[in-house]
């Protein structure tokens, strides 16, 4: 896997959020970047915002729900670029709503872009990945794991994104394909998502506390663009999320039953001329974060992201457990 200055990555959903904030970053680095999504105008204000962090960046216009537009996004990175190294499947959209209230037309529309969108990304990234070598990433969520309520398209999507990555990772080491496939899993993230999304409840919607900021998001795609890795669950309480769910699912069923609602709601009333981007290309806000004052750091997401310092910390934590043990031994025989 090269170095991410040697790298041409293929960004989807990069007009705003996780996948503007990873497009900036991989071009500070060094490496050129194809962006890719449905606002013209958000794809623009990404790819001057990269060739200032000294990168170089094309952009693609592209619904990812519609596979002949995603090979088209892979054969323009060919004519510019020459190949294709690392391919990110970021896009997505959102609807908060309870399941009754959420027609035919708009859970399809969620499933089209959020899961059939990532498996058409990865059918044209491998169809030019498979004999050179490179990585997918393929962003999932928290919610490919545990679902919130409100959430019933999304979470079905990302629930799919988890699944047939799962399988498609078997399939390659099977045949020894030379494609490293990642899931990252983010916990709730300060991006215009929230603003973008469709919403059928009383107020207006926000992330489900706590939040993180999508440079947290943006490190583990683009490790995950170097190091081969399984998956990557960014902030510490998605992982605690998805520990309850394994642990005592029915208590977190309790919980968000309670919880669940009034925690993704805000106290202002929802938008009177609603700008969602469910079938359409995004309104601004085009930018990286979305107002929800996101932590910037995460020490669970820092310890997946370095070998050295989370071996140090286990050294530590096991070198006080023995001096423990030790002291309360000897205690014992006084």
């Not at 989807?12 to 959020?17: D, E, L, Q, V």
């Not at 794809?43 to 200032?52: F, H, I, P, S």
């Not at 399941?99 to 044209?124: A, C």
Request: proline share 6%.
């Amino acid at each position: 896997m090269l170095p991410l200055d040697q790298q041409v990555i293929v960004i989807t959903g990069t007009s705003s959020g996780i996948g503007r904030c990873t497009a900036v970053e991989a071009a500070k680095r060094g490496a050129k970047v194809v962006l890719a999504a449905r606002s013209v105008e958000g794809l623009e204000e990404t790819r001057r915002e990269a060739e200032a962090a000294g990168g170089e960046a094309i952009t693609v216009p592209t619904d990812v729900a519609d596979y002949a537009q995603m090979e088209a996004l892979g054969q323009r990175a060919l004519e510019r670029f020459g190949r294709i190294d690392t391919w990110v499947n970021n896009a997505a959209v959102a609807i908060y709503a309870e399941f009754g209230q959420t027609t035919p037309e708009e859970f399809k529309r969620v499933v089209e872009v959020n899961l059939m969108g990532q498996v058409y990304g990865t059918m044209v990234a491998l169809s030019h990945l498979r004999e050179r070598g490179g990585a997918i990433v393929n962003v999932g969520s928290v919610e490919s794991y545990r679902a919130l309520p409100l959430h019933s398209a999304y979470a079905a999507s990302k629930h799919g994104v988890k699944g047939f990555t799962e399988a498609l990772r078997t399939e390659l080491d099977h045949n020894r394909t030379p494609v490293h496939l990642t899931l990252i899993k983010p916990a709730s993230i300060d991006t215009p998502l929230f603003q973008h999304a469709r919403s059928k409840i009383d107020a207006a919607p926000r992330p489900f506390p706590p939040v993180y900021d999508p440079i947290l998001v943006a490190e583990a795609i683009l490790h995950a663009a170097v190091h081969p890795t399984r998956e990557l669950t960014v902030g510490g309480a998605g992982a605690a999320l998805i520990a309850g769910e394994t642990l005592s699912p029915r208590l977190v069923d309790a919980q968000l039953a309670v919880a669940g609602y009034p925690l993704q709601q805000t106290d202002s009333p929802p938008s009177e001329s609603p700008t969602d981007n469910l079938f359409t290309p995004s309104a601004p806000p085009w930018s990286i974060r979305g107002g929800w004052d996101g932590r910037r750091t995460s020490l669970y997401t820092t310890l997946q992201l370095n070998d050295d310092l989370r071996r140090a910390v286990l050294g530590v934590a096991a070198l006080a457990g023995f001096a423990f043990g030790r002291s309360r031994l000897r205690s014992a025989h006084r």
